[in-house]
């Protein structure tokens, strides 16, 4: 199992953009990679995924189809989460996963055991 660093969290104004990075310590070409995030007092729920190997196929969550776009570069093991149009209720910690099984990234990840120290994203109105 790789670990998984996240960075490039911040703080915007709504309508402003970012983009996560989430390096992998090793290899991710043969892992579904996802983004999760985490609201206060709420438990962590499914943004976005991405499947093996370039150019896989991506899922998101209804509330942020059309704003954010996940993407990987195997060759950097680095996954990213592009933001756009920023909403406060996109205010979270943000985190990722990977796994070699797509359904554990998009249904199955609270059986997920290790995860990251996240990144905090906060958008003000």
């Known amino acids: 199992q790789v670990q998984l660093v996240e960075s490039g969290g911040g703080s915007v104004e709504t309508g402003g953009s970012l983009t996560l990075s989430c390096v992998a310590s090793g290899a991710i070409d043969t892992y579904a990679t996802g983004w999760f995030r985490q609201f206060p007092g709420k438990e962590r729920e499914f943004v976005a995924s991405i499947s093996r190997y370039s150019g896989g196929s991506t899922y998101y969550t209804d509330s942020v189809k059309g704003r954010f776009t996940i993407s990987r570069s195997n060759s950097k093991n680095t996954v990213y989460l592009q933001m756009n149009n920023l909403t406060p209720e996109d205010t979270a910690v943000y985190y990722c996963?990977?796994?070699?099984?797509?359904?554990?990234?998009?249904?199955?990840?609270?059986?997920?055991?290790?995860w990251g120290l996240g990144t905090q994203v906060t958008v003000s109105s």
């Open positions: 996963n990977a796994d070699p099984k797509l359904h554990n990234i998009i249904q199955a990840f609270r059986t997920l055991r290790s």
